[in-house]
């Protein structure tokens, strides 16, 4: 494999660097002759400018190009046509000879179109090529990308030979032209194949036999001059043909199964090849004039190896929604910046630049101004520690990953939330958490692979190693996750040891601790003033305004009958509210009659206060946890609560079904509902917390359902002695 990248690149050199040197050697003019009457009369000028500039006018006669007879010239004899010249010998209308040098500085648009940007490009893709191939050598996908851009340049920086009439130069682009489309589409096939994508299109393989087709057409012209006019219109038929196809590969794919990573390759591809294909292509396989030339039209091939520049190649293949979306984001920023400078130097300068200027200065500020992000990037990066990101923001993505692992109650479950990080986003498995000791420590720490220490508990060490390529962004995200990892070891550790202190002093009895008869102490007080604010807001009010009648009362002269029995029956109503409240805090039946019985008195009270009917169906539930009948009890209290405030409901249901060790409490009402992000924030959340949170505090799932209109739906399930301390809560 090795030897064949070095033959490649081998290749690429030699080739490259011969058709640059014949577009090099000799300018490209094209100038269109006159040839019916016997002689090479002018009849166009590809460079009108050039030729103006130089005298050369339409009528005169072309006598000898680079010292030798004009019908000594191959190009004139077959196709009346100049293709480049470095000197010519012309005759005037009024019969005087002229000597015209020819010079690629006295032709901008030649130089900058057919020598210098080729050069660019020439060495541009060469250089991301070798890039590409150096990160990651061994990777089948990478070696088709390489080939693929390599092909690209051959094909552009070949187009000055090949209009030079250089037979090389024209082999090179006809085969070039058609084998980079083939090794992309099979590029697309291994891609596929890594994204676990079938692939139902043509077997790529098969494509390759299209670039065999040209090279058989070269050999048919030596025999059958006709096909030097077939071969070229074959050639772009077939590069039309592969374009459109790859196209459809990648839109129907992605219409699929809705990628962005196939998005986005779909985008870098269309981008460049789409304006070629449109502008100079297809109206030449039309017989139509080309939009653009075909130098201009294959200027947008340039954007190709700028695509593919910043990949970084790993085993994943590349992160290219990372890489591409970042480019996207710089090349926006720049092309408009430098449009505005482009236009700007231009008013300055106060002089009338050609298309061919105004593009070159166009495409060097925006070069310039590109390689001024990745620049500033980089020194962000190194001494600012600002965390880049497009795949998803990395900062907004740090904070999620921590919210997830906060809910982690021991070490196990916080270091099993972690691998679930590590693999979502960085999109490998290729990584191990260990404990290990000093003896084993050093044989770890002598590999190459990225080590990150978890926790340090002395002795023992928790130890992250991950075999896997990452990115300096990836690498600042993992670093920082895995550092609230070690405080997050660090601090279930401490609650870990004062649960088993606390455990020991009920164990031997011994005086409580300061700091747990102080938490106790804070939550009875703040339970009082909860009850304090209740009576005070209800009972009390009540009690108060009955004084004030009775002191009215007690001034006039005439007692009346009917007042003192509203009174009565005010006091009636407050002793009532009374027994409820005590009733509410400790439900007489739950002790004395069991839940069943407790449940169903509570659900015949609701049924007089509330305005729906209630169905209900109430199954004997036994615990051996004594406080889980207290707390079915209170959850339903608070459901048939939240439904006569806030349900409007004409029917409710409730069942309560026991199961092995624990119960499943269902609840169903068909009332107006609410969107989940509403209930967060309504008044009707505080009942709604209050049910998860004691359903959290058993250690159970619970399941909450309801859009507007379509009623509530909440599924609760609790089981004793579950092995781990976890809440389970989604909302539909």
């Not at 990953?401 to 021991?410: D, E, I, P, S, T």
């Not at 969107?675 to 924030?681: A, F, G, H, K, P």
Request: net charge negative; glycine share 4%.
């Amino acid at each position: 494999m090795k030897k064949w990248i070095y033959c490649i690149f081998l290749t690429y050199l030699i080739l490259g660097i011969y058709v640059l040197a014949i577009a090099i050697k000799t300018p490209f003019i094209s100038l269109t002759l006159d040839t019916t009457n016997g002689q090479a009369a002018i009849k166009d000028s590809y460079y009108t400018s050039w030729a103006h500039q130089k005298n050369i006018e339409q009528g005169d006669i072309v006598l000898a190009i680079d010292g030798q007879p004009a019908w000594e010239n191959r190009s004139v004899r077959l196709f009346s046509l100049i293709r480049s010249a470095k000197q010519l010998t012309i005759q005037k209308f009024d019969g005087t000879i002229q000597t015209i040098d020819v010079k690629h500085i006295d032709m901008p648009e030649e130089l900058y179109l057919q020598i210098l940007f080729p050069i660019f490009y020439f060495l541009l893709a060469f250089s991301v090529a070798i890039y590409l191939w150096r990160r990651n050598k061994d990777n089948p996908p990478t070696f088709l990308l390489t080939l693929f851009l390599l092909t690209c340049s051959l094909a552009y920086i070949s187009t000055g030979a090949s209009a030079r009439g250089n037979l090389i130069g024209q082999f090179v682009i006809g085969i070039c032209i058609i084998l980079c489309m083939v090794l992309f589409i099979h590029f697309l096939q291994h891609f596929f194949r890594y994204l676990q994508i079938q692939w139902s299109y043509i077997d790529s393989k098969w494509l390759y036999l299209s670039s065999l087709i040209i090279p058989f057409c070269y050999l048919l012209e030596g025999f059958k001059p006709s096909f030097r006019e077939i071969t070229p219109l074959l050639n772009l038929g077939i590069f039309a043909i592969l374009v459109l196809y790859a196209i459809y590969i990648l839109l129907t794919s992605y219409l699929r199964t809705k990628l962005a990573k196939i998005r986005l390759i779909a985008i870098a591809f269309i981008i460049p090849f789409l304006p070629f294909l449109i502008f100079f292509v297809i109206p030449e396989i039309l017989d139509h004039k080309p939009l653009l030339h075909a130098d201009i039209a294959s200027l947008f091939l340039l954007f190709i190896p700028f695509s593919f520049l910043f990949i970084q190649v790993n085993e994943r293949l590349f992160d290219i929604e990372y890489q591409l979306t970042r480019l996207r984001y710089y090349s926006t920023l720049a092309f408009f910046s430098a449009l505005l400078l482009t236009t700007g130097i231009a008013l300055l300068i106060m002089v009338q630049l050609s298309i061919v200027h105004v593009t070159s200065i166009f495409l060097l500020v925006f070069m310039v101004m590109m390689a001024s992000f990745y620049i500033k990037e980089r020194i962000d990066f190194k001494y600012r520690k600002i965390i880049f990101s497009s795949t998803g923001n990395y900062v907004h993505n740090l904070y999620a990953a921590v919210q997830r692992m906060g809910k982690a109650k021991n070490q196990q479950e916080l270091l099993e939330r972690f691998k679930y990080e590590i693999t979502e986003k960085l999109g490998t498995t290729a990584f191990l958490i260990s404990t290990v000791t000093e003896d084993t420590l050093a044989p770890l720490l002598g590999s190459h692979y990225t080590k990150l220490l978890l926790h340090d508990a002395g002795d023992e060490k928790i130890m992250l190693e991950i075999k896997h390529t990452l990115q300096k962004e990836e690498l600042l995200w993992l670093e920082l996750l895995a550092l609230y990892v070690s405080m997050s070891i660090n601090n279930l550790q401490q609650i870990e040891d004062l649960v088993l202190e606390v455990q020991h002093m009920k164990n031997t009895s011994d005086t409580p601790l300061p700091w747990l008869d102080k938490l106790l102490w804070n939550i009875i007080e703040k339970e009082k003033s909860i009850l304090a604010q209740e009576l005070h807001d209800t009972i009390l009010q009540e009690q108060l305004h009955l004084a004030r009648e009775l002191d009215v009362l007690a001034g006039t002269p005439i007692i009346q009958k009917d007042t003192i029995l509203d009174i009565r029956e005010q006091l009636l109503n407050a002793t009532k509210d009374l027994r409820e409240y005590c009733e509410n805090l400790s439900p007489p039946l739950l002790d004395t009659f069991g839940l069943q019985i407790a449940l169903k008195k509570l659900i015949q009270k609701v049924k007089i206060r509330a305005d729906f009917l209630v169905s209900s169906q109430i199954e004997r539930v036994e615990f051996q946890d004594v406080t889980l009948h207290l707390v079915v009890y209170r959850l339903v209290q608070e459901l048939l609560n939240n439904a006569i405030k806030h349900a409007n409901a004409t029917e409710v249901s409730l069942t309560l079904q026991a199961i092995p060790k624990g119960f499943i409490l269902q609840y169903d009402d068909n009332g107006v509902g609410c969107d989940i992000e509403d209930l967060i924030q309504s008044s009707a959340s505080m009942g709604i917390n209050g049910i998860r949170e004691r359903v959290r505090a058993f250690n159970g799932d619970i399941t909450i359902q309801s859009s507007h209109n379509e009623g509530m739906h909440i599924y609760i399930q609790i089981q004793e002695d579950g092995d781990s301390y976890d809440e389970h809560t989604y909302y539909r």
